[in-house]
């Protein structure tokens, strides 16, 4: 049996960052996986958004100000700087690496990494014996006196062998399904305000873009806000969107009359202001016969089209398997401020493993770097 100090489960974000900033030099890092951070090949469609400019707690479901007072996007990018990688901002404080490629990312963790990889290993069983840890894998036996759970959100079946208890690990950044938007299918929304209702009237929303599936919503809005059906709703509630949030129901009401004018058949009223599938969609919701005139449009019928101009609703009731990280995980009030378990000396838990989860936008890696870090420097 091999015998160390430290033991990483996961050599993901967190557990590589762990395995960097640690002065320990008695580590083992395990993963199933044939090369460590091989995730963030795939992460930023192949970029690897690493982290944010704007990073504050305002974009995770949770207050992690101190812990980015110990280990922010500052830091961040300096630690990775020290270590090789280039970076660039784009106008939405989205870092990647200079180059445009997730391997850069992952060629500079390789590098640098010092200790001991047990890769292409799946850990199967974890024991306590004589207050130390033993971890099987596929092929072996390691002992360690302290273990970093950063098996992001496969932990579950760890946890639950370390007795450590945590919330349910559910899809959250994922497209929305169920809705009846077969005829918008492929159709894209930009500079729209989308919120998300839950059945107990909870309500988030953000400005931004939709992408209409057959089925469904997608679109990074509507991953974001997807976060607050993860956690209050089993994903059912409804989606509606202001298509002019510049502009007031009342002014919205005026600029459909003023359109009347036009003289066109109504259902060619908003060509020109609206997308055909769109302009569809909101006679559709406002149940207006569109085979008339448009000068023969009544008030009450113009207040009806302003109404579903401000508030296009679609109902949805489930999500779809693509998902880019999970909600549940370890609660932070049962760790300590250094990551540790209160339940289980000796156990840390870092990124996904633990119970947040951050926005689009690099702020899910920011949370992996940050917590791998604290655990690190805290061995
Ligand atoms: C398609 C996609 C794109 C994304 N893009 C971004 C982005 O651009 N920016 C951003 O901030 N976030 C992004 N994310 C989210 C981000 O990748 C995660 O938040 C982050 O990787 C979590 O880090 P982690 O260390 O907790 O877990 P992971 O990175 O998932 O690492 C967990 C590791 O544990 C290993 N493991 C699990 N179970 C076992 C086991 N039993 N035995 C051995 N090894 C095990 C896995 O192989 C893995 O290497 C994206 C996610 C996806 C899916």
């Given at each position: 049996m091999k015998k160390y100090k430290v033991a990483i489960l996961g050599a993901g974000a967190s557990g590589v960052m762990c395995a960097l900033s640690?002065?320990?030099?008695?580590?083992?890092?395990?993963?199933?996986?044939?090369?460590?951070?091989?995730?963030?090949?795939?992460?930023?469609?192949?970029?690897?958004?690493?982290?944010?400019?704007?990073?504050?707690?305002?974009?995770?479901?949770?207050d992690l100000e101190k812990f980015f007072d110990v280990f922010d996007q500052n830091k961040t990018l300096k630690f990775f700087q020290n270590i090789g990688l280039e970076t660039y901002a784009d106008e939405e404080g989205r870092v990647y690496p200079i180059s445009n490629f997730a391997k850069s990312v992952v060629d500079v963790i390789e590098n640098n990494l010092k200790c001991d990889l047990f890769l292409g290993q799946k850990i199967e069983k974890i024991a306590s014996e004589n207050g130390k840890f033993v971890i099987f894998t596929e092929k072996e036996q390691i002992e360690a006196e302290k273990i970093v759970v950063a098996t992001g959100g496969s932990s579950a079946e760890i946890l639950n062998q370390l007795k450590i208890k945590h919330k349910k690990f559910t899809p959250s950044l994922v497209a929305l399904k169920g809705a009846d938007?077969?005829?918008?299918?492929?159709?894209?929304?930009?500079?729209?305000?989308?919120?998300?209702?839950?059945?107990?009237?909870?309500k988030k929303s953000q400005m931004?873009?939709?992408?209409?599936?057959?089925?469904?919503?997608?679109?990074?809005?509507?991953?974001?806000?997807?976060?607050?059906?993860?956690?209050?709703?089993?994903?059912?509630?409804?989606?509606?969107?202001?298509?002019?949030?510049?502009?007031t129901y009342r002014q919205v009401v005026e600029k459909v009359k003023s359109r009347k004018a036009l003289n066109v058949r109504l259902d060619k009223m908003f060509v020109g202001m609206f997308q055909n599938s769109v302009a569809n969609e909101?006679?559709?919701?406002?149940?207006?016969?569109?085979?008339k005139p448009s000068e023969n449009l009544a008030d009450s019928?113009?207040?009806?089209?302003?109404?579903?101009?401000?508030?296009?609703?679609?109902?949805?009731?489930?999500?779809?398997?693509?998902?880019?990280?999970?909600?549940?995980?370890?609660?932070?009030?049962?760790?300590?401020?250094?990551?540790?378990?209160?339940?289980?000396?000796?156990?840390?838990v870092a990124g996904e493993a633990v119970d947040v989860d951050g926005e689009c936008g690099g702020f899910n890696l920011q949370w992996a770097w940050t917590s791998g870090y604290i655990i690190g420097k805290g061995l």
């Amino acid at each position: 049996m091999k015998k160390y100090k430290v033991a990483i489960l996961g050599a993901g974000a967190s557990g590589v960052m762990c395995a960097l900033s640690t002065k320990q030099k008695s580590v083992a890092l395990i993963d199933s996986s044939t090369k460590p951070a091989k995730k963030l090949l795939v992460t930023g469609n192949g970029r690897c958004n690493l982290t944010n400019t704007n990073l504050n707690s305002s974009f995770y479901n949770t207050d992690l100000e101190k812990f980015f007072d110990v280990f922010d996007q500052n830091k961040t990018l300096k630690f990775f700087q020290n270590i090789g990688l280039e970076t660039y901002a784009d106008e939405e404080g989205r870092v990647y690496p200079i180059s445009n490629f997730a391997k850069s990312v992952v060629d500079v963790i390789e590098n640098n990494l010092k200790c001991d990889l047990f890769l292409g290993q799946k850990i199967e069983k974890i024991a306590s014996e004589n207050g130390k840890f033993v971890i099987f894998t596929e092929k072996e036996q390691i002992e360690a006196e302290k273990i970093v759970v950063a098996t992001g959100g496969s932990s579950a079946e760890i946890l639950n062998q370390l007795k450590i208890k945590h919330k349910k690990f559910t899809p959250s950044l994922v497209a929305l399904k169920g809705a009846d938007t077969h005829d918008l299918n492929g159709t894209k929304l930009s500079n729209v305000l989308v919120s998300a209702v839950c059945e107990d009237g909870k309500k988030k929303s953000q400005m931004g873009e939709v992408l209409f599936k057959e089925n469904g919503l997608s679109g990074i809005v509507v991953f974001n806000l997807s976060t607050l059906f993860a956690r209050k709703s089993n994903y059912c509630g409804e989606i509606e969107i202001d298509l002019l949030p510049k502009l007031t129901y009342r002014q919205v009401v005026e600029k459909v009359k003023s359109r009347k004018a036009l003289n066109v058949r109504l259902d060619k009223m908003f060509v020109g202001m609206f997308q055909n599938s769109v302009a569809n969609e909101i006679f559709k919701q406002a149940k207006i016969n569109t085979n008339k005139p448009s000068e023969n449009l009544a008030d009450s019928e113009a207040e009806k089209i302003a109404n579903s101009i401000k508030s296009l609703k679609f109902k949805v009731d489930s999500c779809y398997d693509n998902f880019q990280v999970l909600c549940g995980g370890v609660e932070l009030c049962d760790l300590t401020d250094k990551l540790e378990s209160k339940q289980r000396k000796g156990v840390y838990v870092a990124g996904e493993a633990v119970d947040v989860d951050g926005e689009c936008g690099g702020f899910n890696l920011q949370w992996a770097w940050t917590s791998g870090y604290i655990i690190g420097k805290g061995l």
